[in-house]
């Protein structure tokens, strides 16, 4: 057993012991607790184990008995906190139109001191229990509302949120079912320390009088009815007192050591120094059943060498990024020996889930820089010109929701490459970036490639082929193939056929505008017509708005200005006012695979739960449907008994994709849905959006893949550069010989 697994047991049972005192100890007391048994203040005797206090009651029967109206007055207060604090919090995080109206009264709250709105509470309602618990309730419910609002304002505009707004869930199925269970391990930590507060309110309300009034056997009123004692008679005193105090330590200890960080696990795996970049030795991986993840990988990087690891989804390459970087998730244990030649910098597949939602961007990397003892004029300034991001006061105050995908992306590379570090591991670095973008994030790490080992995991190896000396190829755990990097070409553009429009248009958009909290638009101008079977391309830089469009089509974004049209009848900008069919007719594949799925909920639930909403399917026909769709993407009927947080991200976009066909819909915008994929489950995806288009779906279609658009595209929307939509043939003459001009 750990020190730190001891520390915790220790505590645990100390917890326990005074809370068997306090529920068993009326039953061991061998006096009544208010029964006057011998003179005042008679220190300790063989009848009386701790004397007896200012009346003459026996201490120890006293105290036997005053631990449960204090744990049960604190019980209820916590009780009557969350239940208030819990509900306003999911409330103001969830509408925001409610927001302003719920904080201005908790934050005139939170300054007021609580034992001053007990001296008023218990003027108007008397001294006592009920003003105790109002008054304590009322000093908790604030800060309970502040914790709830600020982690449900990050939920909220999670992918798995938003599409159970697209599907029309009510406001408490969103609250309760769709936040609440990933709040759980917030309110719990926070739970024990409000508990250790409310003992602490009322044992002090008791100790000035407002409490429980004589001859209550209370342990905060023991204390304030026998101090004038306490020279002649401590034990009256020093009982009560310690068995509080030892109460709220040790219900603040077990809370703090159960919800601390697990760190990540790694018996078993040897870390030394080594002159290469990156050595690794026999390194295997299993889980918690012993089923092994990674078996017996051994490499050899030295310093300016680049390693591509390749495989199909689920093959294990983020498991062998995450082993040579020490940081396992909780459950899997590594073995073998990993060399690192310095420090390391580390860009996750998934960008938002590196950067803190409430740390301004260059906050963050000044606190890396910090860390990492990087200084000189301006480092954070110099690390954002590297990554080709703007360096000026307003980008460094953004918050990374206010940062597109690639944005995102380059930021956490910033980061990366702060202090010069000699290993550089990369998950999936290209997914989500526009051809630009993706060339300059090229010369960067070509920049640094001839002191900086790079080991890079990637679906698109012809794009990053320039940087790899080496590639490593994964399956199911086990090393297949590791060869040097020969040339690589692109996947061959196979368009699916021309499009000829046979009917009116089903969806038209007219001078649609959206903009952020700037008064001034992200985008404006947006205008186009869609076909049944056809489909448009968005194209444009990072940070253009394309994702913004996709989402204020989907009614998850209300547009500034403009009109947008579902079969010549107008489409309301809110989701929550369509009505079933239209909710069912537009849906919306998140670009964000691992939060796009609920982390609390097995996927068999999740692609159910659209066909019981919006197709009024019962369970049966639900549990074979979903069945179906996870086959049509590529996926096996035992992933509906996983959760999210077991898939690789390919297998979580592909049960993102299942999710979104349930609805049947009309017009299906994906957003990057391929980019997080290998090449031949990208053609399985493809195929799957071809026969959807035959069948009369019609596709808006985000990406900066080029032979994704050169397969689906009949027409193209270029943001930033026009606002107009680009003819298909217009696309493939002009625009595949610019984005030549671009590779050369």
Request: hydrophobic fraction near 45%; charge should be positive; charged fraction near 20%.
């Amino acid at each position: 057993m750990t020190a730190r697994r001891r520390i915790r047991s220790g505590w645990l049972l100390v917890t326990v012991l005074v809370l068997l005192l306090v529920v068993l100890g009326p039953v061991f007391a061998p006096y009544a607790p208010t029964a006057v048994v011998a003179p005042p203040f008679q220190p300790p005797t063989g009848r009386h184990l701790f004397g007896t206090d200012v009346v003459g009651r026996d201490v120890l029967s006293r105290v036997l008995h005053g631990g449960l109206p204090l744990l049960s007055l604190a019980g209820l207060v916590l009780i009557v906190a969350y239940a208030l604090g819990l509900g306003l919090g999911l409330l103001a995080g969830l509408r925001r139109g409610l927001d302003r109206w719920i904080m201005l009264p908790v934050d005139a709250i939170v300054v007021v001191p609580w034992f001053l709105l007990l001296a008023v509470i218990a003027t108007a309602l008397g001294a006592g229990p009920v003003a105790l618990v109002v008054t304590a309730a009322l000093a908790s419910v604030p800060w309970i509302i502040r914790i709830v609002r600020t982690c449900v304002l990050e939920l909220a505009t999670t992918g798995y949120v938003e599409s159970a707004r697209a599907r029309g869930e009510p406001l408490w199925r969103l609250a309760v079912v769709e936040v609440l269970p990933n709040l759980r391990s917030v309110v719990l930590a926070d739970a024990g320390v409000r508990m250790s507060a409310s003992i602490s309110m009322v044992a002090v309300s008791g100790f000035l009088g407002l409490g429980l009034r004589p001859p209550s056997p209370d342990w905060a009123l023991m204390i304030t009815e026998n101090r004038p004692g306490f020279g002649v008679q401590p034990w009256a005193v020093l009982a009560p007192a310690l068995l509080i105090m030892v109460l709220v330590v040790s219900v603040n200890m077990v809370t703090d050591r159960a919800f601390e960080v697990n760190r990540p696990a790694a018996s078993g795996l040897s870390a030394v120094s080594t002159a290469d970049g990156l050595t690794v030795d026999g390194l295997s991986v299993r889980d918690a059943s012993g089923t092994v993840v990674l078996e017996g990988i051994s490499l050899r990087l030295p310093p300016g060498h680049g390693l591509a690891v390749v495989g199909p989804s689920g093959a294990g390459k983020t498991t062998f990024a995450l082993a040579v970087l020490g940081a396992l998730p909780a459950g899997l244990t590594a073995s073998g020996t990993v060399g690192l030649g310095g420090a390391v910098g580390y860009v996750p597949q998934d960008p938002s889930t590196g950067l803190n939602p409430a740390m301004r961007i260059g906050t963050a990397l000044r606190e890396i820089a910090r860390l990492r003892g990087t200084f000189g004029v301006d480092p954070v300034a110099q690390a954002l010109r590297e990554v080709d991001l703007p360096d000026d006061r307003e980008f460094r105050r953004r918050f990374p929701h206010e940062l597109s995908g690639g944005q995102q992306q380059r930021v956490l590379l910033a980061m990366a490459l702060l202090g010069k570090p000699a290993l550089v591991v990369l998950d999936e670095p290209t997914t989500g970036l526009d051809a630009q973008t993706r060339d300059q994030l090229l010369r960067t790490l070509r920049r640094i490639k001839d002191s900086t080992t790079l080991l890079v995991i990637t679906h698109d190896l012809p794009t990053i082929a320039p940087l790899i000396d080496e590639v490593l190829e994964l399956d199911r755990g086990k090393v297949v193939a590791s060869a040097p990097c020969r040339d690589q070409k692109p996947m061959a553009a196979t368009p699916s056929r021309a499009f000829r429009p046979k009917a009116a248009p089903m969806l038209r958009v007219e001078g649609l505008a959206v903009t952020h909290r700037n008064p001034r638009p992200v985008v404006a101008g947006v205008s186009f017509t869609l076909h049944p079977g056809e489909c448009l391309a968005i194209t444009g830089r990072s940070g253009a708005g394309k994702t913004t469009v996709a989402r204020a089509l989907a009614g998850l974004h209300a547009p500034a200005r403009g009109l947008v049209e579902l079969d010549g009848a107008p489409l309301h900008s809110s989701v929550d006012r369509r009505t079933i069919d239209h909710r069912r007719a537009i849906q919306l594949v998140f670009q964000n695979p691992a939060t796009s799925l609920n982390p609390s909920y097995r996927i068999g639930s999740q692609i159910g739960r659209p066909l019981r909403l919006l197709h009024g399917m019962d369970s049966p026909a639900a549990r074979d449907q979903t069945h179906r769709l996870l086959q049509s993407v590529g996926l096996d009927d035992h992933l509906t008994l996983r959760r999210p947080g077991h898939l690789s991200g390919g297998q979580q976009q592909r049960v993102a994709i299942a999710r979104a066909l349930a609805a049947e819909p009309r017009i299906l915008i994906c957003d990057e849905i391929t980019s997080s994929l290998d090449p031949s489950t990208q053609d399985l995806v493809l195929d799957l959006l071809d026969e959807l288009r035959r069948k009369g779906v019609a596709l808006i279609v985000i990406s900066h893949q080029d032979a994704v658009i050169d397969r689906l595209a009949d027409s193209i929307l270029p943001l930033g550069e026009s606002a107009t939509t680009v003819p298909r043939e217009a696309l493939r003459s002009a625009g595949l010989q610019a984005r030549n001009e671009v590779r050369s």
